[in-house]
């Protein structure tokens, strides 16, 4: 009989081995200590029917030994759920091995399924049969905590609604303890109750009692809300704090329900968990057990759609005014010009500008600055009707598309809000009189879509706050002093790209370990001009996507980057990748991932010596092209960033469906970490979304020592900003690296 066989039970070992006679057992004692145990004993004779079971059987399923002596224990303990090979399995393992151990679903006296460990042991074999002792021991609480945590992660990831997720909590809940109903509530800011699940009550319930405040007397769930501790109330029918609720509850003859407090980390009530019962009874330990592993998990739910919604807010609506940001109004403004087009209706683009709003900054300091915007903001809004659109774009720059307008309503509308703006306001007892500059485009004629009227509604504005302050102009395509200032600047671009005038500088990115060790590296493009100096890589790559250069430009940098990235590995330098950035009209191009492949090969490198950086208007690009690049570039083995996380649409419900490996926070979020609890909310819960999908979190921008300690004390994404290095060329971070390695920093 191999004694290794994985099926052996640990052997009990045996008597301690002295050379003393072993003491004679008394046998009262014996069975003492049997029905003291926790374990469930049973015993069966030749025939496999139950001899003997201690008290700890009886404790555990419920029967009496009256009532399973003679029986087999098949016949007791095998239901619904149970492995029906279970007999023939433990037969075959004692006639093998003489003993076996086996996890298996089991059922107690009224049905309650238990999970168990069970020790089989053949204690003596005769010609009628074999003797056995079994030893049950309970796991169902460890089993039900593996399957409810696996079940509710896997829902989460897979973005089940929240509803869905609780109600198959409760059936859970329910299928263990089937004594049970069990019910979840939301309670939400504002101390009111949100019914979100209750799979086993009648609906009408949920109906009656959806909004009810909380509070010191609301019912079970309502006062354990309200103290934030769990409330037993053992008699519906005549316990005070139940006194309004009865009524509701009366048809569903529940006696005594079980409420406790589901708490955020934050440690404030978000929700309840009920148990309601329907007998006057007192929750027992396994009830006890269920709701500690289920309150963590509700908890997590809840917390997980508390930062959805939040993040929502942030990434399509204004934080300061409340209006839809630049990616909100464009997406409505879409939809609004398609329908009108269908319909040959026509529209007008509003472009505001604020005049002079630099100086109420600097003289009056910010918050003046944002109580003046707040205030505009205001003021826009009372002077559209309300199908119209609003929005704010940037700073002191905002929007509006009055639908159904023609050119002279349009004038008069702007002429309104130029009044409407210019009433005098106090703000930090200084009286202001706010001035702005409008630029009119008309839809459609002076562009077919919404990004064509901003552009013109753009340079209109610029006309206007050229010729005089306060004043509004119509778009006319004369106004296109700034387009050729762009064409200049395509044609010297051309000529920078044939010149090789173009260059990169590099910046360090560090990981937040106790050694900082370096990460990689971002390359970013520079352009010195002969005469105008540097120009700023955000205004000459737009161009370049205009004039068609995207494509020998990325070549260049691919290149460049591969062949910097070789001289710094032959040099052993420790430079583990090199991150570049991709225009999304690379994506464009079919044959994009597999010249990029190429490339990379002719340099003797790997696509993991690589990290993309793209934006989400190409992770969000409808196109099948690009979304059969990415693809493609995934499957190469490259690894793929989302850049300016945080700008644009910035769902985390998305990110499990693409493949990225890598996530970028935007600067402008770690630079109002220490201002804005928003940002700091969605830093969080960024960094805890990536973490359990394993995307890494690279936050950018990071200038402060506050930041870096912050950011580190918060999970320790990998930091890039001014606070290590700017960007340098390549000799200087060859340089910096050096100087690192020597106060051993690397
Ligand atoms: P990005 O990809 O978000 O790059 C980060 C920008 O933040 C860089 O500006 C960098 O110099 C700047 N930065 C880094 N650390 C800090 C900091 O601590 N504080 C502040 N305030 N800024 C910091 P840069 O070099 O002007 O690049 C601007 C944008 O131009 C880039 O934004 C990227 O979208 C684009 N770009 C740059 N190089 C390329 C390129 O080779 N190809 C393409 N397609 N786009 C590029
Ligand atoms: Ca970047
Ligand atoms: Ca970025």
């Known amino acids: 009989m191999p004694s290794s066989h994985p099926s052996e039970p640990e052997r009990q070992p045996a008597l301690p081995a002295t050379a003393a006679p072993a003491p004679k057992v008394d046998q009262g004692m014996v069975v003492h200590a049997l029905d003291a145990s926790d374990s469930a004993i049973l015993i069966t004779d030749a025939r496999r029917r139950i001899c003997y079971v201690n008290e700890g059987f009886t404790r555990m399923f419920g029967y009496s030994p009256a009532e399973v002596l003679g029986r087999t224990p098949d016949e ?61 021991n309970d796991i169902t609480l460890t089993k039900m905590h593996e399957v409810l945590q696996k079940k509710v992660l896997e829902g989460m ?32 800011e504002k101390g009111f109750v949100h019914p979100l699940a209750a799979p086993s009550m009648p609906s009408y319930i949920a109906q009656a009692i959806e909004g009810a405040p909380i509070g010191p007397s609301a019912g079970s769930c309502g006062t354990a809300a309200w103290r934030g501790e769990p409330v037993l109330v053992t008699d519906i029918e005549t316990d005070p704090l139940w006194a309004g609720y009865r009524a509701v509850f009366a048809p569903t003859g529940l006696k005594a329900c079980w409420s406790s407090p589901i708490k955020n980390h934050q440690g404030q009530v978000v929700g309840t968990f009920a148990f309601y019962f329907q007998d006057h009874r007192v929750p027992d ?100 009707r309300p199908r119209d659109l609003s929005g704010r774009l940037s700073g002191d720059e905002f929007v509006l598309l009055l639908t159904g307008c023609s050119a002279e ?27 702005a500059s409008i630029g009119i485009a008309l839809f459609p004629t002076d562009g077919p879509d919404i990004d064509a009227l901003l552009r013109h509604g753009d340079q209109a504005m610029y006309q206007a706050k050229s010729d005089s302050a306060h004043s509004l102009r119509l778009f006319n395509p004369e106004m296109n002093q700034r387009t050729q200032a762009r064409a200049a600047l395509e044609l010297a671009l051309r000529q920078a790209l044939q010149l090789g005038q173009l260059g990169l500088h590099y910046q360090p990115q560090i990981r937040s370990d106790a050694a900082q060790t370096l990460y990689g590296v971002e390359a970013l493009m520079r352009w010195r001009h002969p005469e105008w100096g540097m120009v700023p890589p955000d205004r000459f790559i737009p161009v370049a996507e205009d004039a068609g250069l995207i494509r020998p430009m990325t070549d260049w940098l691919v290149d460049e980057v591969c062949q910097q990235l070789v001289r710094w590995r032959q040099a052993r330098l420790p430079v583990p990748r090199v991150a570049l950035n991709l225009s999304a009209k690379s994506f464009h191009e079919p044959d994009f991932s597999a010249r990029l492949e190429a490339r990379l090969r002719e340099h003797g490198l790997q696509p993991a010596d690589l990290m993309l950086e793209i934006t989400e208007s190409v992770m969000m690009d409808t196109r099948s092209i690009t979304a059969a690049n990415i693809q493609d570039l995934h499957a190469r083995g490259f690894y793929l960033s989302l850049d300016d996380f945080g700008t644009g649409y910035s769902s985390l419900s998305y990110l499990h469906r693409l493949p990225i490996q890598e996530l ?82 690397s």
């Open 285 to 384: 330990a396994l009830h006890h057990r269920l709701v500690e592993v289920c309150l963590h998990l509700c908890a997590l739910a809840l917390e997980r759609e508390a930062a959805r919604a939040r993040i929502h807010q942030l990434a399509y609506f204004d934080v300061l005014t409340g209006l839809p940001n630049r990616a909100m109004f464009r997406q409505s403004a879409e939809r609004a010009l398609d329908l009108l087009a269908r319909e040959g209706g026509s529209a007008a683009l509003l472009y505001i500008d604020l005049d002079r709003f630099k100086r109420v900054n600097d003289n009056q300091g910010h918050a003046a600055g944002d109580a003046l915007l707040c205030e505009v903001a205001a003021r826009l809004m009372r002077s559209v």
């Open 76 to 136: 007791v303990l095998l239901g619904r759920h149970s492995d029906p090979h279970l007999p023939q399995a433990i037969r075959d393992a004692l006639a093998l091995h003489g003993h076996t151990r086996i996890e298996t679903l089991v059922y107690g006296r009224n049905g309650q399924p238990r999970w168990v460990s069970m020790v089989v042991n053949q204690t003596s074999r005769a010609l009628s049969g074999t003797q056995s002792i079994t030893v049950m």
């Open 157 to 188: 990831v897979n973005e089940i609604a929240l509803s869905e997720l609780m109600k198959l909590v409760c059936r859970e809940v329910e299928r263990i303890a089937p004594e049970v109903t069990a019910t979840i509530l939301a309670v939400d």
């Open 409 to 435: 309503q349009a004038v008069q509308t702007a002429q309104r809000v130029l009044e409407a703006l210019g009433e005098p306001v106090q703000i930090d007892g200084q009286t202001h009189q706010p001035q």
């Open 664 to 745: 970028k926070l935007d600067k402008s979020f770690v630079q109002d970490l220490s201002t804005s609890q928003a940002a700091r909310t969605l830093t969080l819960s960024v960094m805890s979304i990536a973490r359990s999908l394993s995307i890494e979190v690279v936050a950018e921008g990071v200038e402060t020592r506050d930041q870096q300690s912050w950011l580190q004390s918060q999970g320790g994404p990998v930091l890039q900003g001014y606070l290590f290095s700017r960007p340098l060329p390549a000799p200087e971070l060859e340089q910096w690296l050096k100087q690192r390695n020597e106060v051993g920093l």
